[in-house]
């Protein structure tokens, strides 16, 4: 959907008039909602027009009748083909009613003449009877002049009262409505031979209502699914506190389809040039303006659900407090819209490419909903629940009311072909390095200020200008005036971003424990800028930009920043590898373009060259895609964007723990019937959550109660190194009083789906949960023109190895000091041994290395601290430390870092773990003493570990990622459909994973009977897997409800200790879990 800038203003006509910019012609238009009155005025459906449907055979006694309409329509076709041959028909302007006239005129003339007549031979009859005045002399010349002048004064008479009915218009006065003015100045305009204007009133759409009349209730339902699932999303993102959730149990378009009332063709108009944010498109378009009308039938003999069915229908279910489920049926009584599109032409079948839809002002929909529940009323008749599912459905269709506007691709839609490329169109990678000589934040508080809070608790947010939502945060540098982050990240750009205008924003603030946080300064740099400008198209700029207030007013202060665009990776570097000639490929494109359009091409013809080069550039668009989506990435470059995209999940059930065997013969029948004819209360109400190298980065929204889940929701992220990542979409059924189970998952590394081609699609299974099912899904890779350097390649969740440490020309004090290993969420100890002239050694207990979790490995350092002895706290003598950006993964390496003296009042290992400084230069300037030198021997593991497990108990995010890694660990031990091999990163329990010890079910084994006490301690180790699975005592609701309840006492009470530690320290921005909107 389109979103253009201008929204629309209203045009001082009616009340519900605005003048907007239509999406088609990209021309300023008038339009209007539709109101009651006028969806009232559509006639409900002829049955004799339906008729067809509802009767399978006709009637012997209707056939004449079939046949005089048959012989009638074909009648009527020759008639319009006679009168376009002869151009000789023309219609009368004044209609109908000027024919009646004329027959009133006709009808008063021959009555006024017949009955004179009449009169005067009643008179004469009269005079004979009586004996008249005449004498007998003139009896000859007196019947002589009655047969002559009698009916010539009757015949007079008739054509004067038949004149003055014409010319006085005494008969039938036409009424005062806008069509009888127009037949009023018909009537005075000059008669004209020539046609109708074609232009001048929409076509007739008979024929086209004829066909949907027969193909409307043969077309499958499941195509309306995306509807449903539209309509349902609005419902649930409204709901009302006393609805838990909402579902469209079915959905049927019915066997009466919707009548196109007119259509019309449009000119162009401007649609190839931008207007108020709309880009201009180029090519062979077909403009309409399409009428669509709805009545459904209210009449007719059959009763109930099964008489209503004909109408189009939603069967929906409304979920209550306390588990109360109510079905209601949904019936459409009636809509009125009108509708522009816009469709693209390709020389190719199906010969419709993209098409533009954008609605004429807000439509007007109606519907009854029924309980299904006996003598219960019309819920539409309740003010509350009538008037949410009415706004619900007016929100759903306005997202779609000029100026907005929908694409769909008809051509994908209709030949069934994969989506070949990703929406963004390329990434801005950026790294924030430094801020100087900004002011301090704190300067307006009433309160005094220390010393060191002058120099700021500062951060930095990136993000685009005018959407104004932060995308991205920086960690918070404590009590520093010249903060070193030295962090990067991606920013995606695709065509929302370009035709809105965006402009990158960095934002420079100072957080506040107690009050809002202070903006120091702003950053923006245009978009267009990036795009366009060779300093950064496809390379990096170093830059360093004063900071700006809101309303662009210079203030104080400084901030280095590297930034970058990055476009995806072109069709010649994608055949380098295979040695193929880009430049023939492009001719041969071009002379097949040529060859299709030749019978469009005018010789000379401006427009004609014109659509040949945009024909052209589709082509070479198309095959560009074919050849990369169909060939595995290019190693060169291994950084790009993954679109990943969930379709349906179809067959999904809960797994009956407390059922045995398997259902078949007659009793399975019986069960299968009883099945049919239960409720659907042991059905899941899924929904997915897509994980990506063990960070959750999106959820769908919950489809309630549903056997085949349609969700059609996916995201785009860039990903620093295809070849490692791996990518996890977990399916829960969200349930009350309980902890939502995981159904199922799918894990998919990505160095075995695109080991031949760079994109994936297809049908994949459900396993390690407690259900079955099979998820529809397509996922797609496009690289971008970016190398990054190795050690940004990792992941952001790790664990750090450290196995060994060794000192070089450590000063004697120092030598008896152990090692104190920390990171923001860990900590590991070493003590010293035996060591040569130069220096001491150290390891681990037990000579086990340390391991330590990290979450925010691009954001973190690894601090190593030489601890001594002393009465009171130990003291920290020297310190050195390990930016954690600068270390590639899972590669061992030996690094030497110097040993620096902390002094107590220069907080110089403070600002070291904060501050990104690796230059030692800088350090020594900044009054740094060295002492030495540490030899140190690490290895950093990709991903989350057993060691992680404490920090999942405190983050509900990390829990659930830490129970998806479990499920899918435990399905790739039972080799049950998992995509590869490896799950990028150790599982979740391997720091404290030990081999059990039982015996082998091998013939001649020996069976050991295990005491009461090891049977508690194996259970104890087998219970995270057997709750996971509902079983042990997890398979009886009740346990379950018991184990949420303390839970979330648990959970809350972690929420409030957390919440107090928080008002004494500060808290850095979290930018979330993206959800489908």
Request: glycine share 10%.
């Amino acid at each position: 959907m389109s979103e253009p800038n201008n929204p629309g203003v209203p045009s001082g006509g009616k009340d519900n008039e605005r003048e907007v910019t239509d999406p088609v012609t990209h021309l300023p238009l008038t339009i209007h909602d539709v109101t009651d009155v006028e969806l009232e005025q559509i006639p409900p459906p002829d049955e004799l027009e339906f008729g067809s449907i509802t009767e399978k055979k006709p009637k012997k006694q209707d056939e004449q009748k079939m046949k005089e309409e048959s012989n009638q329509r074909h009648v009527g076709v020759e008639k319009t083909l006679h009168d376009v041959t002869h151009r000789g028909w023309w219609r009368d302007p004044a209609g109908d009613q000027d024919r009646a006239r004329i027959q009133t005129a006709f009808v008063a003339a021959g009555a006024s003449g017949v009955g004179a007549f009449g009169a005067w031979v009643v008179w004469w009859l009269a005079e004979k009877l009586t004996g008249g005045r005449r004498g007998n002399g003139s009896t000859t010349l007196w019947t002589l002049l009655d047969i002559f002048l009698v009916p010539f004064g009757c015949s007079v008479l008739a054509i004067c009262v038949g004149m003055a009915a014409l010319s006085f218009k005494l008969v039938q006065p036409e009424a005062k409505t806008q069509e009888g003015e127009d037949r009023k100045r018909a009537d005075h305009a000059p008669k004209s031979k020539k046609p109708q204007d074609e232009q001048s009133s929409p076509e007739s759409a008979q024929w086209l209502n004829a066909l949907l009349t027969s193909l409307w209730p043969t077309v499958n339902p499941a195509l309306f699914t995306s509807i449903s699932d539209m309509l349902e999303d609005a419902l649930q993102s409204t709901l009302p506190k006393a609805v838990n959730g909402v579902r469209v149990a079915d959905i049927g378009q019915g066997s009466l389809p919707v009548r196109v009332l007119g259509v019309r063709w449009l000119a162009p108009g401007l649609g190839g040039e931008d207007r108020d944010g709309m880009q201009g498109e180029e090519g062979d378009f077909v403009n309409l303006e399409i009428a669509l009308g709805y009545r459904a039938r209210t009449g007719g003999t059959a009763k109930g659900l099964r008489g209503r069915s004909g109408n189009a229908h939603l069967l929906m279910e409304f979920y209550a407090a306390g588990g109360i489920v109510l079905p209601v049926w949904v019936e459409l009584t009636g809509f009125l819209c009108t509708m522009r599109t816009r469709i693209q032409l390709t020389p190719n079948p199906p010969f419709l490419s993209l098409m533009t839809l954008t609605l004429l002002g807000q439509p007007k929909v109606t519907m009854n909903c029924t309980p299904l529940a006996k003598n219960f009323l019309n819920v539409m008749d309740l003010p509350v629940l009538s008037g949410w599912l009415q706004s619900a459905v007016d929100a759903a269709v306005a997202e779609y009311v000029a100026p907005r506007s929908m694409n769909l691709d008809l051509k994908a839609i209709l030949m069934g072909e994969e989506k070949r490329d990703t929406d963004a169109w390329g990434v801005v990678i950026l790294t924030v390095r430094r801020a100087t000589d900004f002011r301090m934040g704190d300067g307006g508080k009433i309160w005094k200020v220390s010393e060191g809070a002058k120099m700021g608790d500062t951060y930095v947010t990136a993000g685009w200008s005018k959407w104004g939502k932060p995308l991205w945060s920086t960690r918070i540098i404590q009590k520093d005036g010249k903060p070193v982050w030295e962090e990067t990240t991606a920013l995606l750009v695709g065509p929302a971003e370009v035709h809105a205008k965006e402009s990158v924003r960095l934002q420079l603030w100072d957080s506040d424990r107690f009050t809002a946080d202070d903006l120091l300064g702003n950053i923006d740099l245009s978009l267009k800028e990036l795009l366009t400008s060779a300093e950064f198209k496809n390379t990096i700029a170093t830059r360093t930009d004063d900071l700006f207030s809101d309303t662009g007013k210079k203030l104080p202060g400084s901030l280095e920043w590297e930034v970058g665009y990055f476009a995806k990776t072109t069709l010649e570097q994608h055949l380098k590898d295979k040695k193929e000639d880009p430049e023939e490929l492009k001719q041969k494109i071009s002379k097949e373009a040529e060859e299709k359009l030749r019978e469009a091409k005018t010789p000379g013809s401006q427009e004609s060259d014109e659509e040949i080069q945009q024909q052209k550039k589709e082509d070479l668009k198309e095959k560009t895609d074919e050849i990369i989506t169909s060939s595995p990435p290019v190693a060169e470059w291994p950084s790009g964007i993954l679109s990943v995209r969930i379709e349906q999940i179809s067959g999904l059930e809960v797994e009956r723990i407390r059922e045995s065997g398997v259902k078949g013969g007659q009793l399975g029948e019986e069960m299968e019937g009883q099945e049919e004819d239960s409720d659907d209360g042991d059905l899941p109400s899924a929904y997915c959550t897509i994980v990506i190298n063990h960070q959750r980065v999106y959820k769908t929204r919950t489809k309630m109660k549903s056997g085949d889940p349609y969700f059609d929701a996916g995201t785009e992220k860039f990903i620093r190194d295809w070849r490692t990542t791996t990518v996890i979409i977990s399916v829960r059924d969200s349930r009350l009083h309980e902890a939502n189970p995981l159904l199922g998952v799918v894990v998919l590394p990505l160095t075995s789906l695109f080991k031949h081609a760079s994109q994936f699609s297809g049908s994949l299974p459900l396993v390690g949960g407690i259900g079955y099912g099979r998820m529809r899904l397509s996922l797609t890779f496009r690289s971008v023109q970016a190398k990054l350097p190795k050690r940004l390649l990792g992941w952001d969740n790790c664990t750090v190895e450290i196995t060994g440490a060794k000192a070089d020309n450590l000063p004697q004090e120092l030598r008896s000091c152990r090692l104190v290993w920390r990171t923001n969420n860990g900590k590991g100890r070493m003590v010293p041994y035996d060591g040569d002239e130069s220096g001491p050694r150290w390891h681990g207990k037990g000579e086990r290395p340390a391991c330590l979790p990290v979450t925010k490995r691009y954001a973190e350092c690894l601090t190593v601290q030489m601890r001594k002895r002393v009465v009171g706290p130990d003291h920290t003598p020297a310190y050195a430390t390990i930016w954690l950006k600068d270390i590639p993964d899972d590669e061992e390496l030996n690094l030497t870092v110097p040993l620096w003296r902390n002094k107590k009042d220069d907080g110089g290992i403070t600002r070291a773990q904060a501050n990104a400084i690796g230059d030692e230069e800088e350090l020594e300037g900044e009054g740094g003493e060295q002492v030495g030198t540490l030899d140190i021997t690490l290895r950093i593991h990709p991903g989350l570990s057993g060691y992680h497990k404490k920090m999942a108990s405190h983050d509900k995010g990390m829990a659930d990622v830490m129970e998806v890694l479990d499920c899918a660990q435990a399905a790739q031990e039972g080799k049950s459909g998992i995509v590869g091999v490896d799950l990028g990163g150790d599982s979740a329990s391997s720091s404290d994973s030990s081999t059990d010890t039982e015996a082998d079910d091998g013939e001649g084994a020996e069976v050991k009977k295990l005491t009461f006490k090891e049977e508690v301690k194996g259970y104890k180790k087998r219970k995270g897997e057997l709750h996971r699975k509902h079983r042990g005592l997890m398979q009886w609701s009740g346990m379950r409800n018991i184990a949420h309840l303390g839970q979330g006492v648990e959970h809350k009470a972690e929420q409030l200790g957390d919440k107090l530690k928080g008002t004494f320290k500060h808290e850095e921005r979290q930018t979330g879990i993206e959800k489908e909107a």
